[in-house]
């Protein structure tokens, strides 16, 4: 096979549609894909961010940034605190604890910790400092309103899905007191609470006066329907979304086989509404580290082409945690168009595993799938995110491109463009119709 060079790269002659702005090496066409990347704006269709109308439940400062989740555990590997002696101690003296370990005492390698790095640096804060009081300064003297519209700014976010749970006390206070939402923001009705633990679910079905009960007779499969019915009318939801375990069965002889069954499908297919399938997760891995301590696990994918097989009349956004996963979920996705794989979830979006799978799915399915989502669940997040997220779909792109301009197609800009619209929020927003 000839090795091409560079300069055998250029096409000096015109190419069918390609104009003077297009790219005609390699050099030019990395500049044009990095400026195109830049410059897209992201419609983030995963994240466990809240608009400003739900008061305290939007996080965001220094100390909700050293308490992720993510930092926590990774605090335990380098410290000797007890998981019980760091949970009784105030969120302040966690965060001043995770910043002398992870920070201080140690390099910041990992991709959360990076994440801070970069978020303190983007705001001209000492990214060396020995304590946390410059920054918590620093934020203390924001205004939240304008915070946020400058970190949108900065990540260039225009529209953000939520993660919204129709059984939790301070959500419902806030979507049943009638506030406009800020448009940017928009529900995903969030069903872990039915699905995964549907005997504790039942009370809180039954304080919104809907009569369910635990055995899943015909009026609980009706009242839960309606419960729905009337949430999905009230939050207008992006689409339905479950986390679920990495031995996830469909069909599935079980309590959540049947809700996913005669509740869930039939509830999309009437309001047309996608849903979204996260699976891999083993919650409480490590039961002493709360939401720090969840795991994974590998999956059986034939599950998601049976129920794409059986439900042609649903869609189905769907993320797998395991990496050994990726490779056959764009596999089911060339044989079902109502499946639209989504993210490099969690454990997933680190910089060598996400060029990995960014890849593959280009190779794969072309621009025929959503990247990536943030899962941010402090809004400053949303910076490094997006920005460690835009280089590697960059790279991931340009090498795609590099290929065709090989091949002997020039990529011509506007065609650059479209794909990046496409790949940042067009594929979705005409997933879900928005
Ligand atoms: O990524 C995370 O923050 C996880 O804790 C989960 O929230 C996961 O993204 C989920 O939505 O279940
Ligand atoms: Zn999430």
Same mark, same amino acid.
């Given at each position: 096979m000839t090795n091409l060079t560079t300069k055998q790269l250029e096409y000096p002659i015109s190419q069918d549609g390609a104009g003077s702005g297009d790219a005609r090496d390699v050099h030019e066409l990395r500049k044009q894909v990095d400026e195109i990347l830049q410059k897209t704006p992201v419609f983030d269709l995963h994240t466990h961010l809240f608009a400003p109308e739900f008061g305290e439940l939007n996080l965001w400062g220094i100390d909700e940034l050293l308490n992720y989740h993510y930092l926590i555990a990774e605090m335990f590997r380098f410290s000797s605190i007890t998981p019980s002696e760091f949970w009784a101690l105030e969120k302040t003296k966690q965060s001043d604890l995770i910043w002398q370990t992870l920070f201080v005492e140690n390099t910041p390698l990992s991709e959360a910790t990076r994440g801070v790095v970069s978020v303190l640096n983007t705001f001209g804060l000492d990214t060396r400092a020995k304590d946390l009081r410059e920054s918590r300064e620093f934020f203390a003297a924001q205004n939240p309103a304008d915070f946020i519209e400058r970190v949108l700014k900065i990540a260039n976010v225009t529209d953000i899905g939520m993660t919204n749970d129709p059984l939790d006390e301070a959500e419902i206070k806030v979507w049943k007191s009638g506030a406009k939402i800020d448009s940017r923001f928009h529900a995903a009705l969030r069903l872990d609470r039915i699905l995964n633990g549907w005997t504790d679910a039942v009370p809180l079905l039954q304080k919104q006066n809907y009569e369910v009960s635990a055995n899943l007779d015909a009026t609980t499969i009706g009242e839960t329907r309606r419960f729905l019915d009337d949430w999905i009318q009230l939050m207008n939801p992006l689409y339905l979304g479950v986390s679920l375990p990495d031995d996830f069965a469909y069909p599935e002889e079980s309590i959540r086989g049947k809700l996913i069954k005669e509740v869930v499908l039939p509830t999309c297919k009437e309001h047309g509404i996608s849903l979204s399938l996260m699976i891999g997760v083993r919650r409480?891995?490590?039961? =002493? $580290?709360? $939401? =720090?301590?969840d795991g994974l696990g590998r999956t059986d994918v034939s599950v998601v082409a049976r129920i794409c097989e059986e439900n042609p009349d649903v869609k189905f956004l769907v993320t797998f945690l395991s990496r050994e996963n990726q490779h056959e979920l764009c596999v089911v996705a060339r044989k079902f168009a109502n499946l639209m794989p989504f993210g490099c979830w969690w454990f997933l979006n680190n910089a060598s595993i996400v060029a990995e799978i960014t890849r593959e799915r280009f190779e794969l399915l072309g621009t025929s799938f959503i990247p990536q989502h943030s899962d941010a669940r402090i809004f400053d997040q949303l910076i490094y995110k997006w920005n460690h997220s835009r280089q590697l779909i960059a790279d991931a792109l340009f090498k795609s491109y590099k290929g065709l301009l090989e091949d002997g197609r020039i990529v011509t800009g506007k065609e650059i463009e479209c794909d990046a619209a496409k790949l940042f929020s067009g594929n979705f927003r005409s997933w879900v119709a928005k």
């Open positions: 409480r891995v490590n039961p =002493a $580290l709360k $939401l =720090a301590g």
